[in-house]
């Protein structure tokens, strides 16, 4: 069940990250990756395709107060959103370091979309203090470049995320 369904998470944000198709990591591979950041987080619904590619999951992080859904993506939207950057980045001035990363972004034909949420309280006595942490969403999201040669993407402000 995605967490869009769930009223214990409000959506805040989506990422991205980029990468080339023919480097789709293997679900068993991510939930591997992720089992080292530790009890931090729970892997739930994990979902694969026939070869045992990762098609989506939902991750929990309580300390957090955050959860994901991570789906796959590719084809039409995908190059949509690529031309769209080549827009937005056509006059930026990458530095040395800056390069093979946007050149890695820019030659994407898929993407993991990674939906950011809040751990809403529903308690009636309990505040929503907004004790939202990007933590464990900056974790993950680095996980996933490194298990696909790939980049995460910020698109609310177009920024490559390290």
Known sequence: MSLFADGR???????????DRHRRPRAS???QALAELG???????????????????????????????????EGEEVKEQILQLRQ??????PDQKEKPHLAR????????????FEEISQLPDEEDDGFLDPGTLLLVLNKLAKLC???????QTGELLE
């Open 29 to 31: 591979d991510v939930e």
């Open 105 to 116: 972004a820019l030659h994407a034909d898929a993407r993991f979309d990674v939906f950011h």
């Open 149 to 155: 040669n790939g980049e995460a993407l910020d698109p």
């Open 39 to 73: 009890p931090r987080i729970e892997v739930h619904e994990i979902n694969a395709n026939d070869a045992g590619y990762l098609d989506a999951m939902t991750i929990l992080s309580h300390a957090d107060a955050a959860g994901m859904d991570i789906t796959y993506v």
């Open 9 to 19: 998470y409000q959506w805040r944000e989506t990422y991205f990250v980029l990468f």
């Open 88 to 93: 937005e980045w056509k006059g930026k001035q």
